[in-house]
């Protein structure tokens, strides 16, 4: 299910005008560049533990982050311990 980041912490969340950030699933955070030209945005992570591209450092959720992101680029978490990419055979 894809949701917008509003529906699942809108503690944290900018509100119903939060809708540039999204999870696929549980486990799996999308957060596009919005803005022509830019390099980087502001992430919101949910509450618990973040992964960028599901490889980084340990990122603690409930905060805003700036990650790198060139428009041709799509920043993606994934909840710590998880591979929601990873396909079973």
């Known amino acids: 299910m894809i ?4 529906m699942v912490d809108p503690a944290g969340a ?6 540039d950030e999204w999870l696929l699933g549980r486990d799996l955070l999308v957060a596009p560049a919005m803005a022509e ?3 980087s945005r502001l992430v919101r992570l949910p509450p618990g533990c973040w992964r960028l591209s599901g490889k980084d450092r ?3 959720g409930a905060r805003t982050i700036e990650a790198r992101s060139p428009i041709t680029v799509l920043p993606w ?7 929601p990419l990873q396909f079973h055979h």
Not at 14 to 19: H, I, K, S
């Open 3 to 6: 949701r917008p980041l509003w």
């Open 14 to 19: 900018r509100g119903l005008r939060g809708d």
């Open 37 to 39: 030209g830019a390099t």
């Open 58 to 60: 340990r990122l603690k």
């Open 77 to 83: 978490f994934t909840r710590c311990g998880t591979r």
